[in-house]
């Protein structure tokens, strides 16, 4: 096993994304994650599904190079086997609601007592405080609906766009690791472990950021800009001739202008007195855009691409996930690794987003079967196979 966490010991209890992507996230950098699921599983296995035999590529990512043991936690002995691995852990996580660990006596409280060189990784919907911290919700409803983000991307009374699944969870699992990542290193000088909570809402506070900071100091609503008339119409998305989209990146909008006018091959906008600098081009967006719609739509994108890059135009396609597999940079950039496979051979799957040039990481391995290293974690944590058996027949394990 490789990477900069090797040789740390995470105990995962997580269920559906946020919690186990961040486990994901610890396992690829190196670190041995124990996956503690009830003898049903995680739910998230139950998404396969949906894609029709092809497996659960979403699971997949996100549990791969873990190993798993089911354990009842409702029965003591299952606790007690919880504990046991406890004892010698570096990290606990879990994205449990509140509620449900306090009952079972794993709330960071009652933990850090116990165990305190522990760091505790809570990963919540709506955060470990307030009245609402038990409330159902998914990333759906705390980062997408309730944070403000589906509403800062839908102007007017446009139907709200659906929210792909995993965005919110992946963001706040990134997060996680990260926290967990400066907690272990203050323990290095400390001693001591630590609570570090990361929650849905939070991250979609901080995902849109820059709007409710504006609502925040100033205490002013901000608005959804269509890209009907968008505040510049330089950093906006095109169709092309061939039905292909593009956007254009002119963020600077002043800067970019003449080379844009260049590009479109449009010399009169330069004396047209309703573009004549980025305020008025603000007041007058909408006929801005629209007259580049009709120019944008005269050519291919690939044609506007060469156009583009040969008068130092910035853009970037408008790609679909088909297109960018095999996009080039995305492959340079490393956006896929390759998992091996029980088989002895290799799958190529989605890279978690960090590198590191002196402790590079490779995923160890796909994701585990439910219960996959029950008997072994428990034999690595003083159990024998007659302790086994009798956890077996009294239900604890299946």
Same mark, same amino acid.
């Given at each position: 096993m490789a990477g900069p966490m090797e040789g740390i010991r995470v105990v995962e209890l997580g269920v559906w994304i946020a919690g186990p992507a961040c486990g994901g996230i610890l396992a690829d950098w190196g670190a041995d994650v124990v996956k503690v699921e009830t003898p049903d599983g995680d739910p998230f296995r139950s998404l396969d599904w949906l894609y029709q035999g092809d497996g659960n590529p979403p699971f997949d990512l996100d549990n791969r190079g873990k190993r798993s043991i089911a354990l009842d936690l409702r029965q003591p002995e299952g606790l007690a086997a919880l504990h046991g691995m406890l004892a010698d852990a570096d990290v606990f996580l879990s994205n449990i609601r509140p509620g449900g660990l306090e009952r079972m006596g794993l709330d960071y409280p009652s933990l850090a007592e116990r165990y305190p060189r522990l760091i505790y990784a809570s990963v919540t919907g709506?955060?470990?405080?307030?009245?609402?911290?038990?409330?159902?919700?998914?990333?759906?409803?705390?980062?997408?609906?309730?944070?403000?983000?589906?509403?800062?991307?839908?102007?007017?009374?446009?139907?709200?766009?659906?929210?792909?699944?995993?965005?919110?969870?992946?963001?706040?699992?990134? @997060?996680?690791?990260?926290?967990? @990542?400066?907690a272990l290193f203050h323990r290095t000088s400390t001693g001591r472990g630590q609570l570090v909570e990361s929650s849905l809402m939070r991250l979609g506070t901080y995902m849109l950021g820059w709007d409710h900071n504006v609502t925040a100091m100033t205490g002013a609503e901000t608005e959804a800009w269509g890209r009907g008339s968008p505040p510049n119409p330089l950093i906006n998305c095109y169709r092309c001739a061939d039905g292909e989209w593009l956007w254009m990146l002119g963020l600077e909008g002043d800067r970019h202008w003449p080379s844009v006018v260049s590009a479109l091959d449009r010399p009169e906008w330069h004396d047209d007195p309703r573009y004549g600098d980025i305020e008025l081009r603000l007041e007058n967006a909408r006929a801005l855009t629209a007259d580049m719609d009709a120019v944008m739509a005269?050519?291919?994108?690939?044609?506007?691409?060469?156009?583009?890059?040969?008068?130092? &135009?910035?853009?970037?396609? &408008?790609?679909? $996930?088909?297109? %960018?597999?095999?996009?080039?940079?995305?492959? @340079?950039?490393?956006?896929?690794?390759?998992?091996? $496979?029980?088989?002895?051979?290799?799958?190529?799957? &989605?890279? $978690?987003? &960090?590198? %590191?040039?002196?402790?590079?990481?490779a995923p160890s391995g796909p994701p585990p079967e439910l219960g996959q290293h029950t008997e072994l974690i428990l034999l690595e944590h003083g159990y024998d196979w007659d302790d086994i058996e009798q956890l077996k027949q009294a239900g604890v394990i299946p």
């Open positions: 709506l955060s470990l405080r307030g009245d609402e911290r038990d409330r159902h919700t998914y990333d759906v409803g705390a980062f997408w609906s309730r944070a403000g983000i589906v509403r800062s991307l839908t102007p007017g009374d446009a139907d709200l766009p659906y929210q792909r699944g995993g965005m919110g969870d992946h963001m706040t699992g990134l @997060a996680a690791a990260g926290g967990v @990542a400066a005269t050519r291919t994108r690939a044609e506007w691409g060469e156009i583009f890059d040969a008068s130092n &135009v910035w853009w970037s396609p &408008v790609q679909s $996930t088909l297109e %960018f597999r095999s996009d080039p940079q995305a492959i @340079a950039a490393g956006c896929w690794v390759e998992v091996p $496979t029980p088989d002895g051979g290799a799958i190529e799957m &989605v890279a $978690t987003p &960090v590198d %590191f040039s002196e402790s590079a990481w």
